[in-house]
């Protein structure tokens, strides 16, 4: 069985619209391509008790959390507060994390200061060319909202989660969903090691249904893709990736 992420995405900006989300598709391509199963996505608001009841949550029940935004000096940024609280943690001062504000922003307010504050037990992971580097508690790892300074922090640590790879592959099809629906449940019955999706594509012209098979299982899916041509019209198969 894969390992399972959940991934959390904290901040009122993302719920009001104000700011597009787009951590958790990057998390969620990485993961699949690293063969870990993202099973749960969730965006909350700036608020240090539901962080803490959904970090609570997502820890037990997921073998990774990644928690995205919140961790600026502003006076909404409460993500390691909720975090200290889902743990029943307290808050200390890191000192690296001290001396790289102070060489960052010079004599730093109490305010600012706020930044250097850990949950206690909370490990920085220090990465090569990496300022500021990510946090972890446990299996729980805190990330900036930033996507730039996301993208950059889950690269220099993501081997760290790499398991055994998904097994893809896609079948293009000149032909409405109704008309391939009764196959592929029957595809999907005969192969449950394989997750298969269906997605209509409105206005393309090359193709109407692009159908997906993923499974750490390769030979489950070329067999389930076997199955699937074989139960199709030719004339409405386009091609096999």
């Excluded at 960052?104 to 090569?128: D, F, Q």
């Amino acid at each position: 069985m894969p390992r399972t992420a959940a991934v959390i995405i904290i901040g009122n900006e993302i719920l009001s619209g104000k700011v597009r989300d787009e951590n958790s598709h990057f998390l969620a391509s990485e993961l699949r391509q690293l063969g870990v199963k993202l099973s749960l996505v969730m965006v909350i608001q700036d608020d240090v008790d539901e962080i803490a009841s959904t970090v609570a949550s997502c820890a037990k029940r997921y073998d990774y959390v990644f928690t995205s935004g919140g961790i600026g000096p502003t006076h909404d940024d409460v993500t390691m507060q909720g975090i200290a609280r889902a743990f029943g943690r307290k808050l200390v001062v890191d000192e690296k994390l001290k001396d790289m504000i102070e060489k960052r922003c010079g004599v730093p307010s109490s305010v600012v200061m706020r930044m250097a504050e850990l949950p206690e037990g909370g490990e920085l992971i220090e990465l090569n060319g990496i300022n500021f580097p990510p946090m972890r508690l446990e299996n729980v790892y805190v990330f900036p909202g930033i996507p730039e300074f996301l993208r950059k922090k889950f690269a220099a640590l993501k081997e760290r989660f790499r398991d055994k790879p998904y097994f893809t592959s896609r079948v293009y099809i000149n032909g409405e969903e109704c008309l391939i629906a009764d196959t592929l449940d029957a595809v999907a019955k005969r192969f449950p090691a394989v997750e298969i999706g269906s997605y209509p594509k409105i206005g393309e012209r090359d193709y109407k249904v692009l159908v997906t098979f993923e499974s750490m299982e390769e030979e489950a899916v070329k067999q389930a893709v076997d199955e699937l041509l074989k139960m199709l019209p030719r004339e409405i198969v386009l091609r096999t990736l």
